[in-house]
Nanobody
Framework: QVQLVESGGGLVQAGGSLRLSCAAS????????VGWFRQAPGKEREFVAA??????RYADSVKDRFTISGDNVKNTVYLQMNSLKPEDSGVYYC?????????????????WGQGTQVTVSS
């Protein structure tokens, strides 16, 4: 079973940037989809971005500000977050799916990391 570990979260001022990383314990991302989700206190987990092969998709709320990318050699996927807003705050989760097609549905993913906290101050 593949293990996913996120890192890179932290506290940043509005307008700032962060880059999250999701490292897999084995070769996984080159043939499967990976997604980023986030969850704010009292809210449901929501889709942020996903990638499979060369296909990417983003939530409307982050489009043009966030970029998902991957490094197959390092078995790592990144989420570059620019122009951050307070409403981007939450725990960010990386998820893997045993299927090379992206999905915005959390229940479509089979593996989850433990999450990394992102806090954007106003």
């Amino acid at each position: 079973q593949v293990q996913l570990v996120e890192s890179g979260g932290g506290l940043v001022q509005a307008g700032g940037s962060l880059r999250l990383s999701c490292a897999a314990s084995e070769r996984f991302f080159n043939n499967n989809a990976v997604g980023w989700f986030r969850q704010a206190p009292g809210k449901e987990r929501e889709f942020v971005a996903a990638m499979a092969w060369t296909s990417v998709r983003y939530a409307d709320s982050v489009k043009d500000r966030f970029t998902i990318s991957g490094d197959n050699v390092k078995n790592t996927v990144y989420l570059q977050m620019n122009s951050l807003k307070p409403e981007d705050s939450g725990v960010y989760y990386c998820a893997g799916r045993h299927f090379p097609v992206t999905s915005y549905r959390a229940d479509a993913y089979h593996y989850w990391g433990q999450g990394t906290q992102v806090t954007v101050s106003s």
